[in-house]
Structure formats: structure tokens, C-alpha cells
């Protein structure tokens, strides 16, 4: 049985869970391309957001 996805992710495990590294995040954070969420002094992701984002994002070609 597959482990369930979490609901929010930190900034500093992008790169393990979407394969884009913290600084790629942030960028797009400031374009208005994803949101990132704070709690305390971590940074967050909604899991559900950046699946939305990539599959949705231009290829690079």
C-alpha cells in the first residue's frame, strides 16, 4: 500500500518531493506562481498546489 501524500510540505524538501530546488520555489513564490505558507520559521508548500503547478507548467523546450 502506497504512503499517503502529505498536505503541506516544506520549502527546504522540495527538491525531494518535486524535484525543483528551494530557490526555484521561491522564484516562483514571487511571481505569483505558487504560495508558500509560514508557521514558526519553516516555510511551506501545499502538496495539492505544486502537483497543480507542474503538470500545468510549460516544458522547457
Do not use: C, D, N, W
Request: proline share 7%; aromatic share 10%.
Amino acid at each position: 500500500m502506497s504512503k499517503p501524500q502529505p498536505i503541506f510540505v516544506r520549502v527546504a524538501h522540495a527538491k525531494e518531493a518535486f524535484g525543483l530546488h528551494p530557490s526555484t520555489i521561491y522564484r516562483l513564490a514571487q511571481r505569483g506562481e505558487v504560495t508558500i505558507y509560514k508557521r514558526g520559521g519553516a516555510s511551506f508548500l501545499r502538496t495539492s498546489e505544486m502537483i497543480t503547478y507542474i503538470l500545468g507548467a510549460p516544458s522547457a523546450a
